[in-house]
């Protein structure tokens, strides 16, 4: 074989080889840095990517990566991570100490500045997390940092995600997994917790009873105001009886006066047509006479006033009691002729 074709060959073969040096693969969520003479060049997406030989290299970014397993030196992890900050002692603003358990989860959105602006990211954000737990726990006291574990976790996003941007590095959120108290401070609590369930229940049992007696004197109270409304009722109706009564003797008695006036008045009238027919003007005259007394005697009678006032002409009285009588024995006399 002519040794310029070996030659060739050898020549092209290497350019292939070199070539495929150059073509680069990068995975979804991982980037990779280019460096090319020693300077920043530029920062690979996922996909296939080419770079020159011998001039640019990849950069080497394993203590960016919080866990670096399956994930190659040169790569850096886009995807949010997960880190668990290590158990700390924390004093809080009444000097009790408290044992702290806290995760992290933070995400790369910058990988150049994640990597050229902070030697070890991981390092970093575990002393800078250990930091801003113990100056929050520092301001609260005992009770408030049991009990305010939302107000902790965004204070500490909030302190965390302003202190990493610079770093190319977004805090999602972090959380509060535990905190333990003392041992001894541990049964303390114990005993006053039992103590709240205690006075708890005492209380509910106490409210029971207050509402029980506030029902029983409220159907108390209805049932009297019950009664009252009922014996008032009772009390009108029995009115309105008695009223509806006497309004019907009154009437009763009204129509009763009425006939009589009525008979009374008819048979005046009868005793005038006999006498009128028979014994002429004078007997006439003497019937109106003994009617009008007979009006007189009545009203007096009916009257309220006790007293009684006698005419001072006695002897008129007289005459007209004498003749009455002969009107009546003119009466008589008549009836028999009729009679015979």
């Known amino acids: 074989m002519d040794i310029k074709l070996i030659i060739v060959l050898g020549f092209f073969v290497v350019v292939v080889a ?5 073509i680069k693969q990068v995975p979804q969520g991982i980037a990779v840095l280019i460096e090319r003479l020693g300077k920043y060049h530029r920062t690979l997406g996922p996909g296939i990517s080419f770079i020159l030989p011998f001039f640019d290299k990849r950069r080497y970014v394993k203590q960016v990566n919080n866990k670096p397993e399956g994930i190659k030196d040169h790569e850096i992890d886009l995807r949010e991570q997960v880190y668990d900050i290590p158990q700390q002692t924390v004093i809080t603003k ?17 990988p150049y500045r994640a990597c050229y602006e902070i030697k070890d990211l991981v390092m970093a954000i575990r002393e800078l997390s250990k930091t801003a737990i113990r100056n929050i726990f520092g301001e609260m006291d005992m009770d408030e940092s049991l009990s ?24 999602n959120r972090v959380e509060i997994q535990n905190i333990i108290p003392p041992a001894d401070l541990k049964d303390d609590m114990e005993k006053q917790m039992k103590a709240e369930r205690a006075k708890r229940q005492d209380i509910t049992i106490a409210e029971g009873k207050k509402q029980s007696a506030i029902l029983e004197a409220e159907g108390l109270k209805q049932n009297q105001i019950l009664r009252a409304q009922g014996e008032s009722e009772a009390k009108i109706l ?3 009886a008695e009223k509806k009564e006497k ?22 009238e009868e005793v005038r047509k006999v006498y009128s027919a028979s014994s002429g003007v004078d007997s006439l005259l003497m019937l109106e006479i003994l009617k009008s007394q007979s009006d007189i005697a009545e009203a007096i009678a009916k009257g309220d006033n006790q007293k009684i006032y006698l005419p001072t002409d006695m002897a008129g009285l007289f005459g007209a009691i004498g003749g009455i009588k002969e009107l009546l024995n003119t009466r008589k006399e008549i009836g028999d002729k009729i009679s015979s």
């Open 18 to 22: 070199v070539t495929l040096t150059g």
């Open 94 to 110: 009444d000097n009790i100490n408290l044992t702290v358990d806290t995760l992290l989860f933070y995400q790369i959105v910058e």
């Open 148 to 171: 305010a574990r939302e107000s902790i976790n965004d204070k500490l996003r909030t302190v965390l995600d302003e202190a990493t941007d610079k770093w190319g590095t977004k805090v």
């Open 238 to 240: 029995r009115a309105e």
């Open 247 to 268: 309004i019907l003797v009154a009437e009763g008695e009204a129509a009763e006066i009425k006939l009589v006036q009525e008979a009374k008045a008819s048979g005046w």
